[in-house]
């Protein structure tokens, strides 16, 4: 088992940042490939960023969304993903999660590649 628990969301300007983080405890958090998604309000969950495992050589992976704009990181050493959101736009506005997976490496955008997911955190955009 993993446990995932989001936090850094909260209420910002059109053209702002943000940096989410994800706490992961369990299993050996670096066999894992982490992903980022969100869901907006009537909207089906999407995928936004991912990092693969370090055997996997630790590579990103972004929706045509997220290019240029959000940065997805991790620290194996602290067990934690981290997302780096700039230049925010009120599209941006949704709840986002964190998950684990440990299946294909050229499949990270799938959401059911995913075993292990977080509660959300939300992030607002105002504009």
């Known amino acids: 088992q993993v446990q995932l628990v989001e936090s850094g969301g909260g209420l910002v300007q059109a053209g702002g940042s943000l940096k989410l983080s994800c706490a992961a405890s369990?299993?050996?958090?670096?066999?894992?490939?982490m992903g980022w998604f969100r869901q907006a309000p009537g909207k089906e969950r999407e995928f936004v960023a991912a990092i693969r495992r370090s055997g996997s050589g630790a590579t990103t992976s972004y929706a045509d969304s997220a290019k240029g704009r959000f940065t997805v990181s991790r620290d194996n050493a602290k067990n934690t993903v981290s997302l780096q959101m700039n230049s925010l736009k009120p599209e941006d506005t949704a709840l986002y999660f964190c998950a684990a997976g440990s299946q294909i490496a050229s499949a990270v955008q799938l959401e059911r590649m995913y075993a292990y997911w977080g509660q959300g955190t939300q992030v607002t955009v105002s504009s």
């Open positions: 369990g299993r050996t958090f670096s066999n894992y490939h």
